[in-house]
């Protein structure tokens, strides 16, 4: 059983940075594909980013493609989503999910392990 953690979190104004953190717990994702999700308030969960388990293939939804970056440092077994240039709209909870994949998914079906989410905030 894979348990994932989440943080990072939190409070920033528009334009701003965060970087969230997923370290698993119980086992090793060096070999899983790992993705971040986002759920907003009174929406659907959403794809945000996914990397494989070599880091060499990452991708990205459309709406946070030249502002966010998904990385994984295997010795540390942590995955981390760089956020910056944030809008109000990236208001959410935010997901890290892994999967037993040898792609690249986007599909949160495709997903075994998810963590409880941690909330980012974007005030305007």
């Known amino acids: 059983q894979v348990q994932l953690v989440e943080s990072g979190g939190g409070l920033v104004q528009a334009g701003g940075s965060l970087r969230l953190s997923c370290a698993p717990s119980?086992?090793?994702?060096?070999?899983?594909?790992m993705g971040w999700f986002r759920q907003a308030p009174g929406k659907e969960r959403e794809f945000v980013a996914a990397?494989?388990?070599?880091?060499?293939?990452?991708y990205y939804a459309g709406s946070v493609k030249g502002r966010f970056t998904i990385s994984r440092d295997n010795a540390k077994n942590t995955v981390y989503l760089q956020m910056n240039s944030l809008k109000p709209e990236d208001t959410a909870v935010y997901y890290c999910?892994?999967?037993?994949?040898?792609?690249?998914?986007?599909?949160?079906?495709?997903?075994?392990?998810w963590g409880q989410g941690t909330r980012v905030t974007v005030s305007s």
């Open positions: 990397i494989g388990w070599s880091d060499t293939a990452t």
């Open positions: 999910a892994a999967a037993q994949a040898l792609f690249v998914p986007s599909r949160s079906s495709a997903y075994d392990y």
């Open positions: 119980g086992r090793t994702v060096s070999t899983y594909a």
